[in-house]
């Protein structure tokens, strides 16, 4: 084998690509290529730091991608982050790490994907991470866990509650346990709604974040048997004979270079970057591909289509002098960030360890609280069911599949629709109230961000090439609300946070009478919720679906070994192949989509 030739070469050394480095190099016989093209940051304070992920956004880690207009949100173009550095998004994110429902995961297998279903899968999930164990019936309380029974698991991303306890995170499980809607069971274990205390990325023992570079890699790096390269761009994949995947192009060092791979390529570039490097390796809608000159190698019309995201919606609220939040950090004080160092140096604890991501709350559709609500709720989604103009058949059909899957998660109180969760410092961006445009507006005084999420989206959008050139990106169209449930459902859940907000003993670390921090957001009925979202609503980096992996019929790209249609020795292994989102963060998924494919790899080829 020379230098250039490798069993397996992995595009992408982000959260998927690393665990597939990882467990593939973990057979000393193959040899491994992984092509990242950002840079490594693991020494990068602020990526070790999650206190620093806002400042990350936008920077040199950062794709900073565009998407294009969105005519139901003020016209906006929305930016969207995507980790652009050894380790990917997990470098960048803001360390939830939370499970997905079960009945999300068992969709999985209806949509025609069989062996993808929570019994399968969560074995994956459980390889993937260690979370504490090491709990006080004091701390069970104030994390809301009283009774839950332990997830067990073993695996490289280490889990904990950082800053736990603290003054926020105390009154947010109080305030759900008055309510009566507490999480009652381990979501880990057993579907449930209510409000808890969520898991986040950070390594207890050093307070730094814990992600696939400084993990996964961490285990593999000086395998002579695994090569890295960072600032390597690919640039197409190499084909022969019958769509046979025999190689990758790649920039590296100025130079335009090939690799081969005898086993397989594995596409890990992430739910933009994937589809657009099938299209420009010849895979696509051929329509798309001869536009710009592409020679066809597979007619796959679905690529980059059935994009998939949570949209999320934060407002401020003026907290009392006493309360503890971070805002001394956002304005860049001195004591504030003294103190905040000095409590990291000693305790390897406090602010800096975390993105502040402290608290969650999964939440059934809001219409469900009243008879009234649950049949407006039933008429909008009657209304919106997918129709057969314009749509092809297998689109018809995939649409149908997803629209069945979402109305019973939608009216299904033991189901969350939404996602709410609280920051402990202000959100630094004040809102155009006519465009919806944002500029940096650092506040004084103590503030408190809720925020909610949409869980189940129904609107899908794309992402495709829009030249021959690997420089350019994606045009990228999410299409938020173009699905008009999507719209009322993030609206009455975003209105749900002035009640949040005002209720017992959140609302004692607010000030009283309870007073949005900005103007715009004091509104007080669902036609200002409405159009509050579409003004502030923003991606909450989750995109997924784009080679999803489907039936061929219902629209897939791949199958359930997560193979590209019609070709060979190439698979697609990202958030791209995820078929339906999860109601929550993504990144446990992807962990465990990576190592379910890794150990799908193994056994096709008899590795150890």
Known sequence: MSANDYDFIIIGGGTAGLVLASRLSEDSSQKVLVLEAGSDASNNDGVKLGASWLALQGSDVDWSFKSEPQKRMKGRQVTLNQGKTLGGSSALNAQNFSPPTQKTIDAWGALGNKGWDWETLRHFYTKSYTPIYDYDRTSRKALGR??????????????????????????WVETFRRMGSLMPHNPWLRDSVGGFINQASVDPATGVRSYSANAYYELAKHRSNLVLLTGAVAEK???AGSAEATGVQYQHASQTKTATAGKEVILAAGAYQSPKLLELSGIGDRAILERYGIPVVIDL??????????LVCEMGFEALDTTQTRDGIIRQEPEALQKAVEELQTNKTGPLTSTGFLTNAFMPTVSLNSPEGAKRLEQLLERNRPTTQGLSRQERARAQAYYEIAEKALVDSEQPSGAYFAFPYQIPTL???????LTIDVLPGNHISFIAALGHPLSRGY??????NVGDPPTIDPKYFSHPADLEIM???????????ASPPLTGLLKQPVTPSRSLSDFADLDGARNYVRLRAT?????AGTCAMLPRDRGGVLDTKLKVYGAKKLRVVDASAVPLLPPANLQSTVYALAERAASLVKEEYGLE
């Open 146 to 171: 009283e009774g839950w029974e332990d997830n067990q698991a073993d695996g490289p991303i280490q889990i904990s509650f950082p800053e736990s306890p603290n003054q926020l995170g105390e009154a």
């Open 237 to 239: 994949i190499l084909f």
């Open 301 to 310: 019309p679905h690529v980059g289509e059935n994009l998939q995201d949570h």
């Open 431 to 437: 809102t155009d109230p006519e465009t919806g445009g």
């Open 463 to 468: 992402v495709h090439i829009q030249s021959a």
């Open 491 to 501: 609206a009455e859940h975003t209105l749900q946070l002035h009640k949040l907000a």
């Open 539 to 543: 991606t909450m980096w989750h995109p």
